[in-house]
Structure formats: C-alpha cells, structure tokens
C-alpha cells in the first residue's frame, strides 16, 4: 500500500545528501573526538566545523553553538541554568508552549524553585503583548520569558522581535524553542535579543538524536550533564559526531533550498486549504492560518460526528500519515492542550487534525488524501 506522509511536523525523512555527509564517520572515522591521536583529531575537526557553518547560518559566533541530543534537552538546559545559575524565580511562558517547556516550568513551579506565569493568548492563539509586558513589570524578581518561536501544532508565529525588545527592557532572559523555525526561515541570531534558543535536525530533514542549544556569549551557565569536557566543558559525554555532522549539512542545504522549498510548501498548503474549504462546508482551521503562521503547518477542524471520531485511526489505515496534536502525540486520539486553549470549547465539537508538509509533498498527494477525507467524513 503507498503511504502519504503529511506529518513533517513530527519529523521529516533524512535527505540523502545528508546521509553522504554522514557515512564516513559512521564508517571509517570513528576515531573519539576526545582522543589526541589522529583518529580523533580528525573527528574534533567535523565536530567544530560543523559548528562554524552552524554559526555562519545563524549569524553567531561558533562559541556561542552547543550540540545536544535534540530541543527537549536544549529547552530543559536553558530552563533549568535559568533558574540555577542565572537566578531566575519568576518564568512567563504560554499555555501552548511545547510539552518540553511546560512540563520543565511547572516542575520548577511545584517545587518551589521558581514561580510560574501564563501570558494571555489573543484572538487565534497569538501571544498578547500588552499581557506579557504587564507580567514583566509586575515581576519583583528576575524573570525568564521562555517562547516558542512558531506552535508546532497551529503554527503561529510568534513577534520574536517585539517580545526580545520587552525583554531587554526589563531585563529578563529570553529563551525560544525554535525547533520549527530553523531549518525553515533564515535566522539572524545578531538581530534578536534572546539568551537562548533550541533547535532540532531531524525537523529539517537532518538525522534525529541531535539538537542545538545557542547560549547568547554575554551569560555564562553551567552544564546541566557533568561527567566530562565535551562541548568545551558544556555539556558531558561523547558527542554524536555523525548526527552533528549531519545536523550541519542539513541546515546548509535547508538554507540554499529555502526559496524554493518555502514557495512550494506554501502552495500546497494554500492547495489543500482550498480543496478543504470546498469539499467539507464546515471545516474550520486551527490558528491563524492565513496570517503569522508557518507555510509548513495547516491545522484543520472536522464537524465531530460519528464518522470523524475516529479519523486518525482510519486515515493511518488508508495509509495517511497525520497527527492530531504535537509531534510527541502523533497518532494520539485526544484532544491537545493547544486546541483546548486556543478554541474556548469549541475543541468538544471538532476532530483537529495537522497536516504538515516538506518539499517531497506533492498535489497529488493532496488530492489523494481530500478524496479519502470525503469517503471517511
């Protein structure tokens, strides 16, 4: 049976230029990068110039660029040396944060160790900045402000701009998980006051099991893992050298692709948007679809009714690839915590389902997938 994979939010395929990158040092340079002869010597050097090109992309220095396992050990490191280390007890976040964020706050919240604020969300789930910096000048203590830079749910973007410049006024710490960003929009790290920020590769086509963490070069945090110098004494254990090396060559060709990808992701979206919208009368679309929103996300509400109860079960059987939540829920069957938040009771009355798409995706594809949506509904 042929599968049609419209979950790229989740994860998407390793490209195969990736992989060229990768094999030789899954292969013959298996040298530890920590070893001082020549096997790891070599090694060392994938290791760090991966980090240059990463920082070349992003626009920071290559001091500034740490590889982890992936944004949800990224997210937890910023969070946690927040607290520990930069003296944070305050944390303003959103209630459609990302499970690795809001899980991470509210176990600093319960514990005593920081206290937890949620910022208002405006009309289709946007971040309200008259809100947020009213909770900054509220705040008797030093604060985090911990965003996500797009929903990886709905997909709206945030004004990462406008909430770094409240944050620089009040002197709080910014941190973003960018894991749906990067990859997928140019990032100038030099324009945005921000501290720290999360990334993944395998959300842009790159291997899965390595991530960034970019720590702004004016603080100074210490790791979060210990046990040896890896990652200039940041971040303890023998590094994932091909998944780093993969991460960069990923990254580099997401960016020289990104005009040409982005058009033609957008026109999908726009495609099967419109063939919803004429094919299911009261279909309805999660977020601010055609506004701020990532061209890679359509978060789309189905009538709940007998029928569409069980969708995602059915649509995996037709061999449909989607999600109903976030990308650590794909394939679940209940409602998510951004649904309920951003569609005040109307979640009980809709089946969502996101469809996310990346530059293998195709028209066709759609059309495949609306007919089937019309035999299932």
Do not use: W
């Amino acid at each position: 049976m042929r599968r049609i994979y419209f979950d790229n939010a989740a994860t998407t395929a390793l490209d195969p230029e990736v992989l060229d990158a990768m094999m030789p040092y899954l292969t013959e340079k298996f040298g530890n990068p920590s070893s001082i002869y020549s096997y790891g010597r070599e090694t060392k050097m994938a290791i760090e110039t991966a980090r240059k090109s990463v920082a070349r992309i992003l626009n920071c220095n290559p001091g500034e660029v740490f590889f982890t396992s992936g944004g949800t050990e990224s997210s937890n490191t910023a969070i946690h040396c927040s607290v520990r280390d930069l003296g944070c007890k305050h944390i303003i976040t959103s209630p459609i944060e990302h499970h690795a964020t809001l899980h991470t706050v509210e176990h600093l919240d319960k514990s005593g160790q920081a206290k937890l604020s949620l910022v208002k969300l405006g009309k289709d789930g946007h971040i309200d900045l008259v809100h947020l910096e009213e909770l900054l000048a509220g705040s008797s203590e030093k604060t985090l402000v911990t965003l996500m830079h797009a929903n990886n749910e709905v997909g709206n973007l945030l004004k990462i701009k406008a909430v770094s410049e409240l944050c620089e006024k009040y002197s709080a710490i910014f941190h973003s998980d960018m894991v749906q960003t990067i990859g997928h929009y140019p990032i100038d790290l030099k324009t945005i006051n921000v501290h720290f920020v999360s990334a993944a590769g395998h959300k842009f086509h790159g291997p899965k099991g390595v991530g960034m963490l970019y720590v702004n070069e004016n603080i100074k945090i210490n790791p979060l893992l210990c046990g040896g110098a890896q990652e200039r004494n940041m971040r303890a254990g023998t590094e994932n050298l091909y998944g780093i090396v993969g991460f960069a060559k990923a990254l580099e060709l997401a960016m020289d692709r990104y005009e040409s990808d982005s058009n033609h992701i957008k026109d999908l979206k726009q495609y099967m948007s419109g063939k919803l919208q004429e094919q299911f009368p009261g279909v309805c679309f999660n977020g601010d679809t055609n506004g701020s929103c990532l061209y890679t996300v359509l978060n789309v509400g189905f009538p709940k009714n007998d029928k569409s109860d069980m969708l995602l079960f059915n649509l995996d059987i037709a061999g449909i690839c989607v999600s109903g939540g976030s990308a650590c829920s794909s394939g679940a069957n209940s409602v998510s915590h951004v649904i309920k938040a951003i569609c005040n009771g109307r979640s009980e009355t809709m089946v969502p389902i996101r469809f996310s798409f990346s530059r293998h995706n195709t028209k066709t594809e759609v059309d495949e997938v609306v007919e089937k949506l019309k035999e299932l509904v």
